[in-house]
Each structure stands twice: as structure tokens, then as C-alpha cells.
Nanobody, 116 residues
Framework: QVQLVESGGGLVQAGGSLRLSCAAS????????MGWYRQAPGKQRELVAR???????NYTDSVKGRFTISRDNAKNTVYLQMNSLKPEDTAVYYC??????????WGQGTQVTVSS
């Protein structure tokens, strides 16, 4: 059974930075795409950034140029470097990992709060 452990959330002032990490363990299959989603109060969960096993990335428009997603395939870990944070980035951030041949798995979520 695949388990995800997220870390790195917290409280930061506008303009600050945070780095989220998500480590996957227990998968007997290689990990495919990995991504970060977020959900703000009263809003739907949205894709923030996604990275394929080969390193191709895509971002939602609102974070382009500020956030960077990366991964370490040897460690089955995905990272999200968040710079120039804005109050509107405040949300619970969820890691999503797609092992090959089985259903994607969600992390437990980590709170990111950006104060103005």
C-alpha cells in the first residue's frame, strides 16, 4: 500500500518562501506523475503543478514564475518550491502520486498560510 508523507507547510508573510516535500513509500510499481493540488476554504481543489517521471512540468497560471516543482526519482519524493508567496496562495496543499498500473494516491494535506 502506497503511503505519502508531506512536510513543509506553515505560516509565512507575503513575499516569503516555503518548500513542500512529499515522500512516497510502499509502492511495488514505479511512480509516474507526481503533483501538488490545493484547496482554499469554500473553493474546489485545483491543480497547482505536476511533473512527469521524465521531468516534464506544467503549472496553473497563477503560480507560473513563482513556484517550481521537482522530483527525486531515487527517493520517490516530489518537492514544491514556493517563492513570492501571496495571501491568495493560502490553502491546504495536497500531494498526488500516480504509481504505474494502480490508482493515484493522495497525501493528508499540509496547511500553507500567507499573511499580508
Amino acid at each position: 500500500q502506497v503511503q505519502l508523507v508531506e512536510s513543509g507547510g506553515g505560516l509565512v508573510q507575503a513575499g516569503g518562501s516555503l518548500r513542500l516535500s512529499c515522500a512516497a513509500s510502499g509502492s511495488i510499481f514505479p511512480i509516474g506523475a507526481m503533483g501538488w493540488y490545493r484547496q482554499a476554504p469554500g473553493k474546489q481543489r485545483e491543480l497547482v503543478a505536476r511533473i512527469t517521471r521524465g521531468g516534464a512540468t506544467n503549472y496553473t497560471d497563477s503560480v507560473k514564475g513563482r513556484f517550481t516543482i521537482s522530483r527525486d526519482n531515487a527517493k520517490n519524493t516530489v518537492y514544491l518550491q514556493m517563492n513570492s508567496l501571496k495571501p491568495e496562495d493560502t490553502a491546504v496543499y495536497y500531494c498526488n502520486v500516480a504509481p504505474l498500473f494502480i490508482s493515484p494516491v493522495w497525501g493528508q494535506g499540509t496547511q500553507v498560510t500567507v499573511s499580508s
